[in-house]
């Protein structure tokens, strides 16, 4: 099987994918725009060969470097980043080269928040009541229809960026002169927790591993300036995966992990916010692994390159991720956060500034059979100075 890996270096622990992929015996060939002397040897390593270009968005180029490759070792069977930003751009290769998996014609309703609502209808699945806003009257005549506050995101966009909240008058006003000239999804706000139903998905639409994580701060919050939390649930509620295979239906989810979000409303309801056609970004997968003691790396390889995988869940654990600020005074030193809670810990580590606006700086990384230790352990790590 050969297999182009766009984007192997980054987010870093991509090289983890292809690692195992060349475990299960994939050729794989990456295609990024960084320097070859600059990958990590662990990537280098398994990689049978690089291509590098100057702008991974150069779609020329790229079709250049997927024919370089077909030339060299035949027939390319998938085309993969497993990564948000390049999807659509997964997709128009694989439409170019006749590759299995998501292809062009289909990326629509899982990049536009619109699109995917329409999916989420026919499923039966209830979602906050949203259009599509081009105009000031249009954002005002839905306004009216379902009163304040309301959300206005990017039709395409990832977590919270470019997302308003929009509670009056004021508010508007500032969201109509400062958005930008694109296309803004707005819909009601709804009161509740956010939470996921996670996972993957092998070749015959079989789900061989899930999960869900339930967020202490929303992204949005957390964008905003909240420090956020979030961990590992023990346990899925059984509304909660009824529903989510419901959305693996609708959306002919094959081959491929997903991240999928959902508000547990007041009323006990889930309302379906999102779907994400990868697996959730930061430290996520590692948590998954520390959650199970499993290797979901290794489990996406033997699906991609068998077709399917045994992966055994028995949830022993909660991890809880917290995260801080740079330049945010908070009581307990970095010392002293590993001194009190070093039997809870069991990672720490910087994150890279493309996720540090949601999720702060700098995180922590805790685990136990309980969850309320970890809560209030995330709530002390985070109390700021006095």
Not at 116 to 122: A, G, H, I, L
């Amino acid at each position: 099987m050969n297999l182009v890996f766009l984007s192997p270096h980054f987010p870093p622990n991509m090289y983890l994918y292809c690692q195992r992929l060349r475990e299960a015996g994939v050729t794989v060939l990456g295609l990024a725009d960084a320097a070859y002397d600059g990958l990590r040897p662990e990537l280098r390593e398994a990689l049978t060969e690089y291509y590098r270009v100057d702008d991974l968005h150069d779609d020329a180029a790229l079709i250049r470097a997927v024919g370089h490759f077909t030339h060299r070792y035949g027939k390319i069977d998938r085309i993969e980043s497993l990564n948000e930003y390049w999807l659509e751009t997964d997709a128009r290769l694989r439409t170019e080269f006749n590759v299995p998996g998501i292809r062009a014609e289909r990326i629509d309703r899982i990049k536009r928040k619109s699109a995917m609502k329409r999916v989420f209808e026919r499923a039966g699945v209830r979602v906050a009541r949203g259009r599509v806003i081009r105009t000031a009257p249009a954002a005002r005549q839905f306004i009216d229809q379902v009163g304040y506050p309301v959300v206005a995101k990017p039709d395409i966009g990832v977590g919270a960026a470019r997302t308003y909240r929009i509670a009056n008058e004021t508010d508007l006003e500032a969201f109509l002169g400062d958005r930008p000239p694109i296309d803004y999804f707005m819909e009601e706000f709804l009161e509740g927790t956010l939470l996921s139903y996670d996972g993957l998905v092998d070749r015959d639409g079989r789900v061989v591993f899930d999960s869900s994580l339930v967020y202490g701060v929303t992204v949005l919050d957390s964008v905003r300036g909240a420090d956020m939390y979030y961990w590992i649930e023990r346990e899925i509620a059984d509304d909660l995966r009824e529903v989510g295979r419901r959305v693996i239906d609708a959306f002919e989810v094959r081959e491929r992990p997903f991240h999928f979000e959902f508000f547990r409303l007041d009323d006990g309801d889930l309302a379906a916010l999102e779907v994400n056609m990868r697996q959730p970004g930061g430290p996520t997968v590692d948590l998954w692994n520390w959650a199970n003691d499993i290797d979901f790396y290794r489990a996406w390889a033997e699906v991609v390159a068998r077709g399917t995988t045994e992966v055994r869940t028995a949830r022993p654990f909660y991890t809880l991720w917290a995260g801080r600020r740079t330049g945010r005074s908070y009581a307990l030193s970095h010392d002293e956060v590993l001194g009190e809670f070093g039997p809870l810990l069991i990672h720490h580590d910087g994150i890279d500034d493309v996720f540090s606006a949601a999720m702060g700086n700098y995180g922590y990384v805790l685990r136990g059979p309980e969850l309320e230790p970890l809560v209030a352990a995330a709530h002390r790590i985070q109390a700021k100075a006095a």
